[in-house]
């Protein structure tokens, strides 16, 4: 891998350009705005407080009109986007108007394919009946809101805002205003957690119908709050086996439920336009533009990063140059290593033949230990059983190695 810091103008090479459009392509929006600060949180975002006057919504939006006019102009016929996912920080801060004019922006630079699917990520706090109406009308098809847990103390723990009853009722609030598909965020082993408190916070999301579930581990970032209270004592940091437990349990009760694993860390419904095809396009290996403040990029191997304050992120697209503060070129052990990293956590898995010799081998034996389904090795795609999906980090090194 290649990698260095961008100081002249930021250009993609003709063969990262080469084959735009024969694959998935995607924009993601970073959105840097919170109201508060979440403990565990190490994304780049920032409250108010914290930018004082060197940066607001309108600053930043300005600046994404001109990031986009300007990717637009360096893919040279940039095709349509067939996926928009605005991130976060929390995007439901910019308000229905806000998220309207977003996409708009996204319109204007690359038009949308048709059945486009375009998410928005959102605080339930800050939303409304009015909120999901006005989205929708602007042409998103997709919400995914942070619930993380139903148990008041797990949500002090981890600085949650919002009360425990809210999300549910915001995922009913989003359906009924027409959205077909919407996403709630769980976190599990939180310091505290009880058993009984996760199975109160899958009884939540169940009761409110949504057809998709992300939940992820907890993970002590470092630089974070909650990873101080871990250094000083405070909390007990997570512990391996209650993860697994946890996962089990989550995975028990969706799939009794209905909702099917496609990703490690993802269930949805055996629906059309369940599964989250934005992130889909990640674990395929598509490609995607990332506007926005600290937001990566992907093109045709070539990956970059944008710079990280708002402030700064305005002031260079005011300069009319590009914001990205550093790129690297993938060589081909690297794509081949991604490639087995991030298909292999999906439900239908890896091709056999994506992998070298020894990786066959490994493969096998992993299979032999009842990590891979040796019915799905002996059709020709490495696929994780139940236990593997545990240890699935662990089976990527082994096939890679």
């Given at each position: 891998m290649t990698t260095a810091p961008t100081t002249d103008r930021f250009a993609l090479p003709a063969t990262a350009l080469a084959g735009l459009g024969s694959r998935p392509f995607g924009v993601y929006v970073h959105v840097p705005f919170c109201a508060t600060?979440?403990?565990?949180?190490?994304?780049?975002?920032?409250?108010?407080?914290?930018?004082?006057s060197a940066a607001s919504p309108e600053s930043w939006l300005e600046g994404l009109r001109r990031e986009l006019d300007l990717a637009a102009g360096m893919l040279g016929e940039p095709p349509a986007a067939d996926t928009v996912f605005v991130g976060g920080g929390t995007p439901s801060l910019l308000g229905a108007d806000g998220l309207g004019a977003v996409?708009?922006?996204?319109?204007?630079?690359?038009?949308?394919?048709?059945?486009?699917?375009?998410?928005?990520?959102?605080n339930p706090e800050s939303t409304s009946p009015e909120f999901f109406a006005g989205i929708r009308a602007a042409g998103y098809t997709r919400v995914s809101l942070g619930m993380q847990s139903a148990a008041p103390h797990v949500l002090r723990v981890l600085d949650r805002v919002h009360t425990p009853g809210r999300p549910a009722a915001a995922a009913r609030e989003a359906r009924a205003a027409g959205f077909a598909h919407v996403n709630l965020d769980l976190i599990y082993g939180t310091p505290g957690e009880r058993t009984d408190d996760l199975r109160a916070s899958l009884d939540a999301v169940l009761g409110a119908g949504v057809d998709h579930v992300s939940a992820y581990a907890l993970i002590v970032e470092d630089g974070t709050a909650l990873a101080r209270r871990?250094?000083?004592?405070?909390?007990?940091?997570?512990?391996?086996?209650?993860?697994?437990?946890?996962?089990?349990?989550?995975?028990?009760?969706?799939?009794?439920?209905?909702?099917?694993?496609?990703?490690?860390?993802?269930?949805?419904?055996?629906?059309?336009?369940?599964?989250?095809?934005?992130?889909?396009?990640?674990?395929?290996?598509?490609?995607w533009w990332g506007a926005g403040p600290g937001a990566h990029s992907h093109v045709g191997g070539v990956r970059w990063w944008n710079v990280k304050h708002p402030a700064r992120y305005s002031a260079v697209l005011a300069e009319g140059e590009p914001p990205a503060a550093g790129h690297e070129v993938l060589t081909a052990a690297d794509r081949h290593l991604e490639r087995v990293m991030l298909e292999l956590r999906l439900a239908e898995g890896l091709p056999l033949d994506a992998l070298d010799g020894a990786g066959v081998r490994e493969a096998r034996a992993a299979a032999a230990e009842g990590l891979l389904l040796e019915p799905a090795l002996a059709a020709g795609r490495a696929v994780l059983t139940d236990r593997g999906r545990l240890l699935a980090d662990a089976v990527v090194r082994r096939l890679v190695s």
């Open positions: 600060r979440c403990g565990y949180c190490d994304f780049n975002t920032y409250t108010a407080g914290e930018l004082g996409l708009d922006a996204v319109r204007q630079a690359f038009g949308l394919a048709e059945g486009a699917e375009v998410t928005t990520e959102s871990v250094r000083k004592g405070e909390l007990p940091a997570p512990d391996d086996d209650v993860l697994a437990a946890d996962y089990e349990l989550i995975d028990r009760t969706l799939t009794s439920a209905g909702l099917r694993w496609y990703e490690v860390s993802n269930w949805a419904a055996d629906e059309p336009g369940a599964r989250c095809r934005h992130n889909l396009g990640y674990w395929h290996g598509g490609d």
